[in-house]
């Protein structure tokens, strides 16, 4: 919203105050400020003239050659394309030298004619809309008058953030924000020159209906007579600085009263309207509004009708065309109304159409500002055009009354939640600036909300306290520690390996890590030839086209490698995310965090890809974790590779990884191999501990021995791996897989492995016969399980 | 036995002159002190020598042996030496100027920059708690006081399940769990992943994270919050900074601030970062509302609170100079490989 400081001077003095200081203090008592504007200065000598002679140019049929009299003591000839020039009509004339806007006034040919300044349109100067010409203006001002002694075009134009206003149903209208400045430099805010509707109270009744709750209040009056069509400059000039245009007077007069009073208000030609009834829609209407665009409105919306109950407006939203204000309009009835904020804001909504006044019904109004909303727009037609006539008492139908709330709290309390000490009569003196009335019980303060305040906005002693340090300057509250027990602080444990892991990860492992989205790409999916089941899905489809939550993160990093596949040969991608692939038992989201890796390699085998993943998997469960896992062929889900994969097992299972299956690795990037990982983080982090126990050492020399053992190709390593662990001797022994050999002439469907056993005794000095014996035991345990020591 | 022993170690210096390397003295010293080394069978002679004799003739033999002993010591270590120098001399010149292998991995800047901001809260007794990300309507809105009607709860603004539930418009959405989990006083900061159904342009995301941190106490006072957020803000910019609040509305505090920070990067003097206006926006922030206490089971007549949420992503765009926010969900590794593992 934009503040004209020339407007809410006319309701507060703040003279002797710096513009900077006046804006920095709204912004930090009240709303943000988005930007002030200084404007008017870019318009230089320009004065009120008179045309003394027009002739027609003789290049030209639109251009005319005019002879003005600018209170220079020679008529200045000036060429000039307006429509409306005549002789007699004084308009404003920007001199040479002078400047409008980016233009700077010089001496010009104009299809060759000599023009010495220029004749100004309204909109050239930004005080009117109009762009039909150049400016009446009234033949009682004296030629050679500056601009700035008529018109006060010279102002500051401070723009609001519309949101920081959305809690101040108030602060809508320059009244509202002149009450905010009253209040923080603490001057006296000037009453309102009002028009007293209780003399017509002996007029006849409007016959107003309200037929619905969503209608608080309806006042209305009527006036007969207008014969005036055009708005005062001043009036024209505020609306146009305000970002509004003007159009008729009664059009203006509405607007001027919203944005002088934050109340929306709407003139019905009376001719058409004669009486209201508000109602709630029970079917769909279509409506023309004034911009000759149609909407439907859905049952429920609040339509006003006229007492033939034909449909004319849109409550809070927007006139209808055929009861609007016309040219020939000269009786009007005003509506001054006030309405749910809700219901407004779907109606709103629902057709699309969100207008000033809908931003401001929206806001919850004040319903005590209807009657003052009344009062001013007749005082101020009245001024403008004597003769009107008000032809009905004000009819106001208020079913839903404002109750007055009053908030009990003390100077005690309003401290201590500041952390500040502040007076009692200091704490008094703020809220009464604000419009609160405080009475004082004892201790007690007990607080009165103006109407204005308290629709929504204050309506708890939290709310008081935020009037009183916003006032007194948050700047103001120094800082404060606080006195706490000095406790151990519980670390989540998830929280801390979760970190653990990516550090790992990226430390050791060099692997990168990403952020992605929650979302299931289908599109994505189906190029590459892989299903994925959302469990859940958006109720309306992301800004992006995307509707399910992922159940996986491998095809959301799968994309990822793919975004970036020309780019790199290498990709090692990480993210620890949450997936979304199950429904509990009362139908909410089960939630589980995973750890998704990715490895694509345009020169590593994708053997070495897996055998690093299981490396990381290891890494992670054995040294952040402390589970062991166990690895089963294969995995179970289709993107893997369907046997160079496996199930994880710490436990319970954990997850899977696997070479990627050839037929979407394809896909993807037929240069790189991919292996892929995907292990469920709490699953790994609650599963059970391995207890750790460290063993003796032993003074003894150790023994170390190295066995070719052959096996079947079919036969795995672990088998051999659990015969030693199986092994009971009575020394301490490490062993370690030295060598794999293969030949398929020597050895054929066999492969041999080369297994380095170290054996240390705890007791006493190995002999050579010790250690005979224990290789021959060792030696009979893999024969019993087919696997032969090759010589 | 005088002139055998004089024979032996005329033998073993001329042995000692010629011997090159450290396997020569080594053998040497086998030849002459070995197990059957040639002073060591003079010993065997003793046996033969009469009585009277034999203690003379040992101590001769003792010399001998010592002698010997000190001769093959002093050629090892001079040996041993010229062997070390050879080594040294004869060693590959390595060039290390030569690239070392590099660590490829990285972090993503979010991680690194909220690492470090749980970092600072941990040290000041703050608890690190984790959240949902798909969350309940009462969780997300109800609990922390969003009214029934608040445009906040419509499906342009937040993303909606068909289950019902809502993927989390903000972290507030875990105030109630973490207010009911721990036993007051509470200080605690929870991390999350947040959505809202918004276009997605150079400034705004529909997937974000945001930093949130809850004080409840006896005492709490807007004096408290802004200590801990100056404090905070230091340490993260390594600076001591100074911080404003301004009047906002969200209706889970009450009252409730926008809070500023004086531009760190041009210390208020006017930069790109703060748009020349000196001032950084950069945490809403409050007193918890009393409502949101009392949905929590906490006695709002004893206890207040204060609540803050940073922008994760703000931060992390502060930090590192990142203009814009997609950049950080986008995947983009020549961008996020660029990142280490700390700021």
Known sequence: ?791 | MQQKIDEILAYLNNKLTAAKSSADCQAIRVEILGKSGKITELFRLIKDVPNEQKSAVGQLLNGAKQQAESLISAKEVAVANEELNQQIFSAKKIDITLPAPKCTGSLHPRTIVQREIEEVFTSMGFVVEDGNEVETEYNNFTAVNVPENHPARDMQDTFWLDNGQVLKTHTSASQNRILKKYPLPIRAIFPGRCFRNEDVDAGHENTFFQLEGIIVDKEVSVGNLIYFMKEMLSKIFKKEVEIRLRPGFFPFTEPSFEMDVRCPFCDGKGCPTCKNGGWIELCPCGMIHPQVLKNAGINPEEYSGCAFGLGLDRMTMLTFGINDIRELNSGNLKLLKQFGIKN
Not at chain 1, 476 to 490: A, E, F, Q, R, Y
């Open chain 1, 1 to 791: 919203m934009i503040i004209s400081l020339n407007w809410i001077k006319e309701f507060v003095n703040l003279d002797g105050i710096e513009i900077d200081e006046i804006v920095k203090r709204f912004g930090l008592s009240t709303a943000e400020v988005e930007s002030v504007n200084y404007v008017g200065n870019d318009i230089e000598k320009v004065v009120v003239a008179k045309i003394l002679k027009v002739e027609n140019h003789p290049n030209s049929n639109h251009l005319h050659i005019l002879q003005v009299d600018d209170g220079s003591e020679q008529p200045v000839q000036v060429v000039c394309g307006a429509p409306n020039v005549r002789v007699g009509l004084k308009t404003f004339f920007a001199q040479v030298g002078g400047r409008v806007k980016q233009l700077k006034i010089k001496p010009a040919k104009l299809a060759g004619v000599e023009s010495n300044g220029m004749c100004c349109g309204g909109n050239e100067l930004g005080i009117e809309a109009d762009t039909s010409g150049i400016v009446e203006l009234d033949d009682s001002l004296k030629v050679g008058e500056s601009i700035f002694n008529i018109l006060p075009i010279k102002d500051v134009l401070i723009e609001v953030d519309n949101k920081s206003l959305t809690n101040r149903p108030d602060l809508w209208g320059h009244y509202g924000i002149a009450r905010e400045f009253a209040a923080i430099f603490n001057r006296p805010l000037k009453p309102l020159n009002l028009d007293d509707p209780s003399a017509y109270s002996k007029l006849k009744k409007l016959n107003i209906k309200v037929e619905t709750k969503n209608c608080f209040r309806y006042s209305s009056i009527t006036v007969a007579n207008v014969n005036k069509k055009v708005s005062s400059a001043i009036m024209k000039l505020r609306l146009n600085y305000c970002g509004m245009r003007d159009i008729n007077l009664l059009a203006d007069l509405t607007n001027y009263i919203m944005l002088e009073l934050g109340q929306p208000m709407h003139a019905f030609d009376n001719a058409v309207v004669k009486g209201i009834t508000v109602i709630e829609a029970d079917k769909p209407i279509v409506m023309e509004t004034l911009e000759h665009e149609k909407h439907t409105i859905e049952p429920g919306a609040i339509v006003i009708c006229d007492d033939n109950r034909e449909p004319v407006a849109i409550a809070g939203v927007k006139g209808g065309l055929k009861s609007g204000i016309s040219a020939n309009t000269n009786s009007l009835l005003i509506e001054s109304a006030c309405f749910d904020s809700m219901a407004i804001r779907k109606t709103s909504r629902k057709i699309g159409l969100i207008t000033d006044a809908s931003t401001r019904y929206e806001k919850s109004l004040d319903p005590e500002l209807t009657i003052t909303a009344i009062a001013r727009l007749l005082y101020l037609l009245k001024e403008i055009d004597g003769g009107v006539k008000v032809s009905s008492s004000l009819t106001d139908v208020y079913n839903f009354k404002y109750s007055i709330h009053t908030i009990k709290t003390d100077a005690d309390f309003i401290c201590r939640r500041g952390g500040v000490n502040l007076k009692e009569t200091e704490i008094v003196n703020i809220l009464t600036r604000l419009g609160f009335k405080v009475e004082k019980q004892g201790k007690n303060l007990l607080v009165t909300v103006p109407s204005w305040r308290g629709t929504k906005d204050v309506s708890i002693r939290e709310d008081l306290v935020e009037e009183v340090f916003r006032m007194y300057g948050y700047d103001n509250i120094k800082s404060s520690t606080m006195c706490m027990p000095l406790k151990p602080v519980d670390k989540l444990s998830t929280h801390e390996i979760e970190y653990e892991i990516k550090h790992a990860l990226a430390s050791i492992f060099n692997l990168n890590e990403v952020h992605s989205y929650v979302w299931n790409y289908l599109d994505f999916n189906k190029q590459i030839g892989i299903e994925q089941n959302s469990m859940l899905h958006l109720m309306e489809a992301s800004k992006s086209g995307q509707t399910g939550l992922r159940v996986s993160l491998v095809p959301t990093l799968l994309k990822i490698a793919d975004e970036n596949k020309n780019k790199f040969e290498d990709i090692s991608i990480f993210e620890i995310g949450r997936v979304f692939d199950a429904l509990d038992e009362n139908n909410l989201a089960v939630e589980r965090k995973k750890l998704g890796i990715v490895l694509a390699s345009e020169s590593e085998k994708d053997e070495k890809l897996y055998f690093k993943l299981k490396q990381i998997a290891e890494y992670i469960s054995n040294n952040l974790v402390g589970a062991n896992l166990e690895f089963k062929t294969p995995a179970e889900n289709k993107i893997y590779h369907p046997t160079n994969s496996c199930q994880i097992f710490a436990n319970k299972q954990v997850g899977e990884m696997g070479i990627l299956h050839p037929a979407i690795a394809k896909k993807i990037d037929a240069r790189k191999q991919f292996a892929v990982l995907e292990l469920d983080v709490n699953e790994l982090i609650s599963s059970p501990k391995q207890t750790f126990k460290y063993l003796p050492t032993s003074k003894y020399q150790p023994v170390s021995l190295d066995f070719n053992f052959v096996a079947d190709k079919s036969t795995p390593y672990s088998t051999l791996e659990n015969i030693i662990n199986n092994f009971k001797c009575n020394y301490i022994l490490e062993h370690s897989l030295k060598d794999i050999y293969i030949n398929e002439q020597t050895l054929k469907d066999k492969i041999s492995y080369t297994i380095n056993v170290t054996i240390t005794p705890k007791d006493k000095t190995l002999s050579s016969n010790d250690i005979e014996k224990f290789s021959k035991r060792f030696i009979d345990a893999f024969a019993s399980q087919n696997i032969i020591l090759r010589n």
